[in-house]
């Protein structure tokens, strides 16, 4: 396994740990290499959100995976995630998933 591939692994793991305990009872999906499509798929009560992993803020990002965080971001929220934005996007997934759980009430 190449180096840049456990050290996003490593990140990845670690990330779903810490969504696990920011939202109780939430299901972290990894999902399949299709290209572009983003890593993990989090589902929240009745909310969803998707997460690319990359190992730092500066790594390449593969065809289709712009288009494929901006279309999601449209339906619910997508963002590229890294240990440097780690705590921005984690801080904007617990804003979006509270008003999104406002709104249902």
Same mark, same amino acid.
């Given at each position: 396994?190449?180096?840049?591939?456990?050290? &996003?692994?490593?990140?990845?793991?670690?990330?779903?740990?810490?969504?696990?305990?920011?939202?109780?009872?939430? /299901?972290?999906?990894? /999902?399949?290499?299709?290209?572009?499509?983003?890593?993990?798929?989090?589902?929240?009560?009745?909310?969803?959100?998707?997460?690319?992993?990359?190992?730092?803020?500066?790594?390449?990002?593969?065809?289709?995976?712009?288009?494929?965080?901006?279309? /999601?971001?449209? /339906?619910?929220?997508?963002?590229?995630?890294?240990?440097?934005?780690? &705590?921005?996007?984690?801080? &904007?997934?617990?804003?979006?998933?509270?008003?999104? &759980?406002?709104?249902?009430?």
């Amino acid at each position: 396994m190449a180096r840049s591939s456990r050290l &996003e692994s490593g990140f990845q793991d670690r990330l779903i740990k810490t969504l696990e305990k920011l939202f109780p009872g939430c /299901m972290v999906f990894k /999902m399949d290499q299709i290209q572009g499509i983003p890593d993990l798929l989090v589902l929240y009560k009745n909310k969803w959100a998707s997460l690319e992993c990359k190992r730092s803020a500066s790594a390449k990002r593969q065809p289709n995976q712009e288009y494929y965080v901006g279309k /999601m971001n449209e /339906m619910s929220f997508s963002r590229f995630v890294s240990p440097e934005n780690k &705590e921005e996007v984690l801080y &904007e997934l617990q804003q979006v998933f509270a008003e999104k &759980e406002d709104d249902d009430l």
